[in-house]
Protein backbone atom coordinates (compact mmCIF):
# COMPACT_ATOMS: atom_id res chain seq x y z
CA UNK A 1 0.00 0.00 0.00
CA UNK A 2 2.97 2.01 0.60
CA UNK A 3 4.41 2.17 -2.34
CA UNK A 4 0.90 3.05 -4.32
CA UNK A 5 0.54 5.97 -2.20
CA UNK A 6 4.31 7.33 -3.26
CA UNK A 7 3.69 6.87 -6.81
CA UNK A 8 0.20 9.13 -6.40
CA UNK A 9 2.00 11.36 -4.11
CA UNK A 10 4.70 11.72 -6.85
CA UNK A 11 2.52 11.74 -10.20
CA UNK A 12 0.57 14.73 -8.29
CA UNK A 13 3.87 16.54 -7.52
CA UNK A 14 4.85 16.26 -11.18
CA UNK A 15 1.45 17.40 -12.46
CA UNK A 16 1.65 20.09 -10.09
CA UNK A 17 5.05 21.08 -10.87
CA UNK A 18 4.31 20.69 -14.69
CA UNK A 19 1.38 23.23 -13.95
CA UNK A 20 3.67 25.62 -12.42
CA UNK A 21 5.91 25.61 -15.47
CA UNK A 22 2.87 26.55 -17.48
CA UNK A 23 1.58 28.75 -16.09
CA UNK A 24 4.98 30.34 -15.42
CA UNK A 25 5.03 30.33 -19.22
CA UNK A 26 1.92 31.91 -20.25
CA UNK A 27 2.54 34.69 -17.84
CA UNK A 28 6.09 35.77 -18.86
CA UNK A 29 4.11 35.86 -22.57
CA UNK A 30 1.67 37.82 -21.33
CA UNK A 31 4.34 40.11 -19.57
CA UNK A 32 5.83 40.62 -22.90
CA UNK A 33 2.96 41.43 -25.26
CA UNK A 34 1.68 44.38 -22.83
CA UNK A 35 5.08 45.14 -22.73
CA UNK A 36 5.39 45.17 -26.98
CA UNK A 37 1.96 47.24 -26.60
CA UNK A 38 2.94 50.19 -24.27
CA UNK A 39 6.02 50.78 -26.24
CA UNK A 40 5.21 54.44 -27.44
CA UNK A 41 3.92 54.19 -31.15
CA UNK A 42 6.33 57.25 -32.25
CA UNK A 43 9.58 54.68 -31.29
CA UNK A 44 7.78 51.49 -33.27
CA UNK A 45 6.73 53.80 -36.17
CA UNK A 46 9.92 56.08 -36.14
CA UNK A 47 12.39 55.81 -38.89
CA UNK A 48 15.57 58.21 -39.87
CA UNK A 49 13.85 59.86 -43.19
CA UNK A 50 10.78 61.66 -41.67
CA UNK A 51 11.93 66.04 -40.39
CA UNK A 52 8.97 65.84 -39.04
CA UNK A 53 7.93 63.82 -35.97
CA UNK A 54 4.44 64.22 -34.57
CA UNK A 55 4.05 63.23 -30.77
CA UNK A 56 -0.05 62.50 -30.23
CA UNK A 57 0.75 62.71 -26.84
CA UNK A 58 2.32 65.95 -26.32
CA UNK A 59 -0.47 69.03 -26.32
CA UNK A 60 1.63 72.11 -27.64
CA UNK A 61 1.77 70.63 -31.10
CA UNK A 62 -1.05 71.47 -33.65
CA UNK A 63 -2.53 74.61 -34.38
CA UNK A 64 -4.34 76.93 -32.15
CA UNK A 65 -6.45 79.80 -32.74
CA UNK A 66 -5.61 82.51 -29.89
CA UNK A 67 -6.56 86.00 -28.93
CA UNK A 68 -4.78 88.78 -27.59
CA UNK A 69 -6.83 90.94 -25.07
CA UNK A 70 -5.85 94.61 -26.04
CA UNK A 71 -3.39 93.91 -28.42
CA UNK A 72 -2.49 96.57 -30.98
CA UNK A 73 -5.00 96.06 -34.54
CA UNK A 74 -3.82 93.07 -36.49
CA UNK A 75 -1.85 91.32 -34.02
CA UNK A 76 -5.43 90.76 -31.14
CA UNK A 77 -5.78 87.20 -33.11
CA UNK A 78 -4.11 84.65 -35.55
CA UNK A 79 -3.15 81.12 -35.48
CA UNK A 80 -0.20 79.83 -33.97
CA UNK A 81 1.51 76.98 -35.30
CA UNK A 82 3.30 74.72 -32.89
CA UNK A 83 5.07 71.34 -34.96
CA UNK A 84 8.29 69.14 -33.40
CA UNK A 85 11.12 68.63 -35.80
CA UNK A 86 13.23 65.52 -34.63
CA UNK A 87 14.30 66.87 -30.78
CA UNK A 88 13.41 70.59 -31.42
CA UNK A 89 10.30 72.54 -31.42
CA UNK A 90 9.70 75.34 -34.20
CA UNK A 91 7.03 78.29 -33.49
CA UNK A 92 4.43 80.31 -36.34
CA UNK A 93 2.70 83.08 -35.36
CA UNK A 94 0.33 83.35 -38.73
CA UNK A 95 -1.17 87.02 -38.74
CA UNK A 96 -3.37 88.88 -41.38
CA UNK A 97 -0.02 90.69 -42.29
CA UNK A 98 2.00 87.63 -42.63
CA UNK A 99 3.88 85.21 -40.68
CA UNK A 100 6.42 85.14 -37.68
CA UNK A 101 8.40 82.32 -36.76
CA UNK A 102 9.43 82.15 -33.17
CA UNK A 103 12.84 82.04 -31.91
CA UNK A 104 14.87 80.77 -28.42
CA UNK A 105 11.73 77.72 -27.60
CA UNK A 106 11.88 76.39 -24.46
CA UNK A 107 9.84 73.84 -24.20
CA UNK A 108 8.85 71.85 -20.29
CA UNK A 109 6.20 69.58 -20.18
CA UNK A 110 3.22 71.42 -21.44
CA UNK A 111 4.67 74.93 -21.37
CA UNK A 112 6.15 76.99 -24.19
CA UNK A 113 8.63 80.33 -23.94
CA UNK A 114 9.55 81.50 -26.82
CA UNK A 115 10.32 84.99 -28.50
CA UNK A 116 8.99 87.23 -31.61
CA UNK A 117 10.33 90.43 -33.47
CA UNK A 118 7.19 92.27 -34.27
CA UNK A 119 8.17 95.38 -36.08
CA UNK A 120 11.62 95.48 -35.00
CA UNK A 121 10.45 94.57 -31.11
CA UNK A 122 11.67 91.42 -29.20
CA UNK A 123 8.32 90.06 -27.64
CA UNK A 124 8.36 87.10 -25.40
CA UNK A 125 6.06 84.91 -24.98
CA UNK A 126 5.34 82.27 -22.66
CA UNK A 127 2.12 79.80 -22.82
CA UNK A 128 0.55 76.66 -21.28
CA UNK A 129 -1.61 73.85 -22.83
CA UNK A 130 -3.85 71.89 -21.13
CA UNK A 131 -5.88 69.28 -23.29
CA UNK A 132 -7.51 71.46 -26.70
CA UNK A 133 -6.84 75.25 -24.40
CA UNK A 134 -3.65 77.18 -24.55
CA UNK A 135 -3.24 80.52 -22.44
CA UNK A 136 -0.81 83.06 -21.39
CA UNK A 137 1.04 86.13 -21.52
CA UNK A 138 3.17 88.22 -24.60
CA UNK A 139 5.53 90.59 -23.33
CA UNK A 140 7.21 93.78 -24.56
CA UNK A 141 7.83 97.26 -23.88
CA UNK A 142 4.77 98.33 -24.59
CA UNK A 143 3.33 96.07 -21.68
CA UNK A 144 2.26 92.58 -20.97
CA UNK A 145 -1.16 90.88 -22.28
CA UNK A 146 -2.88 88.16 -22.10
CA UNK A 147 -3.44 85.61 -24.49
CA UNK A 148 -6.02 82.74 -25.01
CA UNK A 149 -6.33 80.29 -27.56
CA UNK A 150 -7.80 76.68 -27.66
CA UNK A 151 -6.57 73.98 -30.38
CA UNK A 152 -8.06 74.13 -33.97
CA UNK A 153 -5.84 71.79 -36.14
CA UNK A 154 -4.83 68.53 -33.98
CA UNK A 155 -2.05 65.80 -35.17
CA UNK A 156 -4.16 63.17 -35.56
Not at 11 to 31: D, P, Q, V, Y
Not at 83 to 97: C, E, F, P
Amino acid sequence: MNNIYIYIQMTNTFKITNMKITTRKIAGFLLMAFMLMSVPQEILASSGTNDITIVAKDDLIGGWEYTVDGAPEGYESGLLMIVKAGDMYKVQVQLIGGAINGTDIVVKGNDITFKLMVEGESVSVSLSAKGSKISGTSTSSSGSYNIKGVKSISPQ
